[in-house]
């Protein structure tokens, strides 16, 4: 139980007046609770406020020009003029956590392979470690599935309070842009903010590629860290150098314009990688049990974080050939017609790029592409990803992905006119099958796009749907 004093500034009248929940859901209210009526994309919190009293809430805030309190009856209502901040601020102080680390890795791709790497060597050095992100809140004896890449502030301080009991020490998070903009994972003590990089997605929020930017910019500018750790490779690593020179933050890169954690050399082995790097100064060579150049780089970004986290380089080289499979990352799912079959979570240009060119190195006959864009999301990649699939891949299915209130087919003719050779089959399920009927030895196929999820979402709602049981199920 909180004092209202204990959040804001306030006058002898509401000073003593406790504070018995803070929540961003009416439904959730209680007697005592504090509701933030926050105005989201699909409804505004202030529809709510009166169920909220109903259900007992004592204390409403909303969006105001100023700051201002008044008592209407036995409910207090506080005008704040940004109430996203003031919800992650006020729910830092209701659920106070202290781990010994938190980092936050925020990119367009590889955040979710980078968080699991690094839980993963955390817990190979005797860490009680978790991580949470698209994965879900995974920790070393459990994993529940999650919905949001960065959970909501009251979410995410529910989670930390649960890590607080289970004794976790270190948590590594995703920050995605949404949960930048919408101050998500603010009032966040981070060891290690983690950059792995910058390409197309999420304009049909952003509108910009600038405000798309700026969003990922805010966790090294306004919430910072201890340390930077930054992809060298990519452009915009320039401009997060720069915020760690003016803030004073220690900086490490990776990449192979790196001179810290520089990228010398990968060589395929079977079902592992050898990957030589310059490790300040010091050449080290380790085996990576996971496929693709773009999982090397979520190593040496997760080897940075950890080793700014205390841990010793040779436990680091040592846990990454111990990696156990990110689920839906570029994941071999089985076997038929002497061909692989890959399942990955690829959904923006440059992820699907990367996912082929790692595949292609393997393919000894053709590589066999299905994917699918998402409905109400981003309409520019959909061209943009077409013709990279027809551009690298050898045989291209054009599907159905999460069509949301989207005409599905409407969809797919976007992808296909930059794919015009592509073979268009909208049902996911059928177009997987046929995929897999078409293979041959020596090929690869590769089903891009939902990688972990294991649902779709249609206009009539979300419905179970997994690719990994639909191949499964096929191969028996």
């Not at 289970?166 to 930048?180: C, D, P, R, T």
């Not at 197309?200 to 990922?216: G, S």
């Not at 040496?300 to 040592?318: K, Q, R, S, V």
Request: aromatic residues 10%; glycine residues 8%.
């Amino acid at each position: 139980m909180k004092r209202l004093a204990d959040f804001f500034l306030v006058d002898e009248e509401f000073k003593n007046l406790a504070v018995s929940d803070i929540v961003d859901d009416s439904r959730k209210a209680t007697f005592g609770s504090m509701f933030f009526a926050i105005n989201g994309n699909a409804s505004d919190g202030n529809v709510f406020v009166q169920d909220a009293i109903k259900n007992g809430a004592k204390f409403i805030v909303s969006c105001g020009e100023k700051f201002s309190m008044e008592k209407r009856g036995d409910v207090v209502f506080i005008s704040v003029a940004n109430p996203r901040k003031e919800l992650a601020r006020v729910c830092s102080v209701f659920w106070p956590a202290e781990f010994d680390h938190v980092i936050a890795v925020t990119g367009t791709n590889g955040k979710s392979s980078t968080v699991d790497i690094v839980r993963q060597i955390w817990i190979n050095s005797g860490i009680n470690a978790a991580s949470v992100g698209t994965l879900g809140i995974i920790t070393k004896d459990s994993e529940i599935k999650g919905s949001l890449t960065s959970p909501g502030a009251v979410a995410l301080r529910h989670i930390f309070d649960d890590f607080r009991k289970k004794n976790i020490k270190n948590v590594a998070m995703e920050a995605s842009s949404h949960g930048l903009d919408q101050h998500r994972v603010d009032d966040i003590k981070f060891s290690v903010c983690a950059f792995t990089n910058f390409t197309q997605d999420h304009l049909d929020y952003h509108k910009t590629f600038e405000n798309y930017w700026r969003a990922k910019e805010r966790l090294f500018s306004e919430l910072s860290g201890d340390f930077f750790v930054v992809n060298s490779d990519d452009i915009m690593s320039e401009k997060i150098e720069k915020i760690a020179s003016k803030k004073n933050v220690k900086y490490i890169s990776y990449g192979k314009k790196s001179d810290q954690i520089k990228l010398i050399s990968i060589r395929e082995i079977d079902q592992y990688q050898k990957v030589k790097i310059s490790f300040f100064g010091k050449e080290i060579e380790f085996d990576l049990s996971l496929a693709g150049d773009f999982q090397v780089y979520n190593s040496l970004c997760a080897m940075g974080i950890c080793y700014a986290t205390g841990i010793p380089i040779e436990t680091i080289c040592d846990s990454l050939k111990k990696l156990k499979p990110i689920n839906g990352r570029l994941e071999l799912v089985g076997w038929h017609n002497g061909a692989n079959i890959y399942i990955d979570y690829a959904h923006t240009p440059d992820a699907l790029k990367n996912a082929i060119l790692s595949l292609r190195k393997h393919a000894k006959n053709r590589l066999i592409v299905v994917f699918g864009c998402g409905g109400d999301r981003d309409k520019d990649k959909r061209h943009l990803m077409g013709k990279i699939a027809q551009e690298f891949a050898d045989v291209v299915i054009v599907t159905d992905d999460n069509p949301r209130n989207e005409d599905p087919k409407s969809i797919r003719k976007m992808i296909l006119d930059g794919c015009t050779d592509a073979k268009e089959i909208g049902d996911r399920k059928e177009a997987i099958k046929f995929a897999i009927n078409q293979l041959r030895l020596g090929d690869i196929l590769l089903v891009a796009g939902k990688g972990h999820e294991d649902y779709q979402i249609l206009a009539g709602g979300k419905i179970h749907f997994s690719d990994r049981e639909i191949i499964l199920d096929e191969i028996k």
